[in-house]
């Protein structure tokens, strides 16, 4: 069964930086795109960023672009978020997401359980 | 706001159809690109519930589907039970900001 476990996760001051972690496992994880998506408390989804298999291909939202970082190690079943500049509007469950399908698929078929960022003095 | 407009709340009985909007444009499900429908059950993460408009993952009931007509797509629930009270979300692609995927506003599904 795929399981996607983010960590990292906590509270940050305005300005401070970072680093989500999601573990992959039970899939070929070198094979699937992922994605990042957050939702602020009560409100709703908001795609952040995605990675190609491969990670010679990335996307951002524009909100996020030039202040975030999304990697990956294929190695390690590892996808990654690095923030910074962080903002309160920031504050929100962070969820990572694999493509239904390999290759690079905006479609996302699982996900993890979120972890939550809360940016605040 | 959401390129991707859909109403905030919709209702029904158990056993009733309901129907959920997701309204956009030329620059996104106008322009071809496929829809995606998500539920989010309270508390819990989302999951893919209909993909290109009108396909089920496996495990999902027939009693959901999906179609696609011009700028809009729907989402139907036919036989409502109790377990389908969530939020609702429809999410495609939109070409006016550089690579940029959107999600709907989100519609709160309540069972009366």
């Known amino acids: 069964q795929v399981q996607l476990v983010e960590s990292g996760g906590g509270v940050v001051q305005p300005g401070g930086s970072l680093r989500l972690s999601c573990a992959a496992s039970a899939f070929t994880f070198s094979s699937f795109g992922m994605h990042w998506v957050r939702q602020a408390p009560g409100k709703g989804l908001e795609w952040v960023a995605s990675?190609?298999?491969?990670?010679?291909?990335?996307n951002y939202a524009e909100s996020v672009k030039g202040r975030f970082t999304i990697s990956r190690d294929n190695s390690k079943n590892t996808l990654f978020l690095q923030m910074s500049s962080l903002r309160a509007e920031d504050t929100g469950v962070y969820y990572c997401?694999?493509?239904?399908?390999?290759?690079?698929?905006?479609?996302?078929?699982?996900w993890g359980q979120g972890t939550l960022v809360t940016v605040s003095s | 706001q959401s390129v991707l407009t859909q109403p905030p709340s919709v209702s029904g009985a158990p056993g009733q159809r309901v129907t959920i909007a997701c309204t956009g444009s030329s620059s996104n499900i106008g322009a071809g690109y496929d829809v995606h429908w998500y539920q989010q059950l309270p508390g819990r993460a989302p999951k893919l519930l209909i993909y290109?408009?009108?396909n089920r993952p496996s495990g999902v009931p027939d009693r959901f589907s999906g179609s696609k007509s011009g700028t809009s797509a729907s989402l139907a629930i036919t036989g409502l039970q109790a377990e389908d009270e969530a939020d609702y979300y429809c999410?495609?692609?939109?070409?006016?900001?550089?690579?940029?995927?959107?999600f709907g506003g989100g519609t709160k599904l309540t069972v009366l």
């Open positions: 997401a694999k493509g239904l399908y390999s290759g690079y698929d905006f479609k996302l078929g699982h």
């Open positions: 290109a408009s009108i």
């Open positions: 990675i190609r298999y491969d990670g010679n291909e990335k």
């Open positions: 999410q495609s692609y939109d070409n006016t900001l550089s690579d940029s995927w959107v």
